[in-house]
């Protein structure tokens, strides 16, 4: 993550060390007995280890850490909420799978993103009265907890902490049931930190009532950026307080029912969040250092078992409220887990597989799970929701506001699969960008709730867009999108906001690149060839060619003297010298990394750069290492920019070295436990691209819906799209040590191309493979079956 003047703070990532000793702990057991899913369908959740990514699977490249960063709480398909435990060693995501001290549970998370947020409203049982300040004095109120008595399924949570308290969390779109069951002996007591988001908070402010708490915090600052949200919550309880207060700072004050404050974020957390990559080093950050605060507790009879229901609103108390009572129901938690499992069965059951090793299963049908988590639900139950505009506004409750955003990374292969799966939720995410960037007046990045961040760089929704359309998800104003993408990808400055959505504009219009920044460059090519994909689409062919044009801008930055895509100066010229390993003008990778990045025009880079066998040659030492972060010449697949570079054998005749490839990634990359992840998992992509390279195949062209093949990991895959259409893949010898195609029909037909046309997405079929163990040096490797490349 380097870091950018004026509008764009790169990624920070890292993963914390242990602060202090840590029992050294094992996983417990987390897949419950088989049990039938609803309509007929199989217990998929079974397979779910929601706590794959929590730690660390390889060394911190530099780029958020080596840990996925994930989170193991309850949540259901893009809720809103996602209740889940914090420990004290901060890792992005809220939970280090190492540490065993949880600090609170919090309602609000990210999974897997390289920066911190959220964790915004952290309840915590303790035994015994508040007599000291949770503020002052917060590592009273830690628990410690075993892995053993930990139960993490997708939709629930449960936890027995090491002081008698046994904790079950479950959730729905916008609000969360937990029971906390007390030991007898001491009083009960529940705290919630209203200021205790992991960034701090400007403004928190909480009510107590009769058997209800309230409340609500201003945080945000997203990667160290001045990036704000307010949420509000409105927690009821299933019986009266016996005794309640609060605190501010260092004061506790008994039966007060009021309080309002400020919390800064954690000053070493805070600080970490703007260093640039060179500074990172692996560190233990403690968090639970005193600090400033707003918080209450109230007390229930010792031995209690209490239910709370909590909603959850970015629009008021009154929304929060209002979402508890549409979708609370009555406090059960065993309903509440009973359908959110249910809802997630629904989600996993679109894909069904057989064969595969049961660890294969598990880390299948994890990655789904995490694919499915975000984008979140942002509006209320009635439609109302916060805008980029800061105003609030009224949706279609039928069509909800969307928000989270990883847009640099999901563009890649993440909304394709939301767009496969969930094409009117794929709609509603375009939709929602589209609405975002009419009220801000410009398209965002990395978008968090409701404000820019501009994290990261490219112009990445525009490509999110156009490829959730090519997809199907076709039920958003698409004409209304297209004009707007052609707005930002040709308005110079910044907005009102202070936001500028492409850095280096001016020159990119006039030179055909960006001085000094290669990435930027390639980035805003790829953009712009899927703006001119949907207007092809919507048949506005003057803009089609407009941005058809500009997408050939990846011209500019090729040297025919080093064979790499490299940044140039403001006189177009090139430093004298080059190392293809150096970082410097390209973002979280390297020139060696980077000069792939022409995914729509592979066979005009594939030209430039000698030809099949001079690239077949170049690739194969490209792929000596699989993650190496960004400081070697080799493939750096635990982050994105060299997501597309296995699939490039199939553009030279190769594609047998694809599918060996792919089937190398999938084994080396991925696991089934905690440190099932080589790198950030960002808020689904990596996942995603699990998804699709066991299913054997991949969404490699920006704006468009051609699928390009390595080979399936399992013996059978039926994908059930919604209104029934299936792609059904079978390879009844698939299996370990024969990962080569030999031959594929299509629908019945033979068929030798390593690609599939944008129909066979829209109208579904079936793939029948022969795979070996033995390379076949004649299937896909004709020129004419190469996949397409548009020059």
Known sequence: MAQRDRTAV??????????????????????????????????????????????????????GGGAGNTFPGAD????????????????????????????????????????????????????????????????KYVSTFSHADEQAEPGSYRVALSDGVRVELGATQRTGTGRFSYPPGAPATLLVNVAGSVMGTEDAHVTIGPDYIEGSARSGRFCGTRSSYTVYFHARFDRPFQRFGTWHDDVVTANRTAESGSAPANPVLDAAEALVPQSLSMRPIDAVAPAPGVGAYVGFEAGASVTMQVGLSFVSIDGARANLAAEGGTPDIDRVRTDARAAWNARLNQIRVTGGTDDQRRTFYTALYHAL??????????????????????????????????????????????????????????????????????WDRWTVANDYTGVMNGDPYHI?????????????????ALSQMAVGAS??????????????????????????QASDTLEYTSADFAIAQLADRLRDIPMREEFLTRARNWHTLFDP????????????????????????????????????????????LIDALGGDDAVNTRLDTFFTKLNVGTKEPY??????????????????????????????ARGQLFRAGPNGLVGNDDLGEMSSWYVWAALGMYPMIPGRAELVLNSPLFTSATITRPGGR??????????????????????????????????????????????????????????????????
Request: charged share 15%; proline share 9%; glycine share 12%.
């Open 635 to 664: 493939a750096f697949l635990g982050n994105e920019p060299t997501l597309q570079t296995p699939w490039i054998y199939t553009y030279t005749g190769a594609p047998a070295k694809t599918q060996a490839l792919v089937d190398r």
């Open 76 to 139: 259901v398909p893009f809720g809103m909420v996602q209740w889940s435990p914090d420990t004290v060693t901060a890792q992005h995501g809220g939970y280090f799978y190492d540490d065993n001290r949880i600090k609170g549970f919090s309602l609000t998370h990210l999974s897997g993103a390289g920066c911190d947020t959220y964790q915004d409203f952290p309840f915590m049982p303790t035994i015994g009265d508040v007599t000291d300040s949770p503020a002052s004095l917060p590592q």
């Open 464 to 480: 999110i867009v156009s490829s959730i359309y090519a997809f199907g998800a076709t039920d958003f104003d698409a004409t209304q």
């Open 10 to 63: 790169r990624r920070f990532r890292r993963v914390a060390a242990v602060v202090g000793a840590v029992s050294v702990l094992t996983a417990g057991p987390l897949v419950p007995a088989v049990s039938a899913a609803p309509d007929g369908g199989q217990d998929l959740a079974r397979w779910v280890e929601p706590r794959v990514g929590t730690q660390p699977g390889d060394q911190d490249m530099g780029t």
């Open 561 to 604: 003297g080093t064979g790499y895509l490299r940044p140039r100066d403001v006189n177009g010229a090139f430093a004298p010298t080059f190392d293809p390993a150096s970082p410097d003008g390209y973002v979280e990778g390297n020139g060696a990394q980077y000069t792939w990045m022409v995914p729509y025009d592979l066979r005009g």
């Open 491 to 516: 308005t110079p400055g910044v907005n009102g906001q202070g936001y500028e959505e492409r850095p280096g504009l001016i020159d990119y219009r006039l030179r055909g690149y960006v001085p000094g």
């Open 373 to 442: 988590l975000q984008p979140n639900i942002f509006s209320d139950v009635d439609g109302r929701y916060a805008g980029f505009d800061k105003a609030m506004h009224t949706t279609d409750p039928r069509h909800p506001i969307y928000t989270n955003f990883s847009g640099w990374d999901i563009y890649r292969s993440e909304v394709q699969l939301l767009a496969l799966l969930a094409p009117r939720e794929a709609a509603d995410i375009a939709r929602s960008m589209t609405v975002f960037a009419r009220e801000g007046g410009a």
């Open 726 to 791: 299936t792609i059904t893949v079978d390879a009844p010898n698939a299996g370990p040590g024969r990962p080569y195609v030999t031959a594929l029909a299509v629908n019945g037909q033979s068929w030798t191309k390593p690609w599939l046309p944008e129909s066979f997405v829209t109208n579904g079929g079936t793939l029948d493979y022969t795979l070996s163990g033995t390379a076949d040096p004649a299937w896909g490797s004709a020129a004419a079956d190469a996949p397409p490349s548009f020059r």
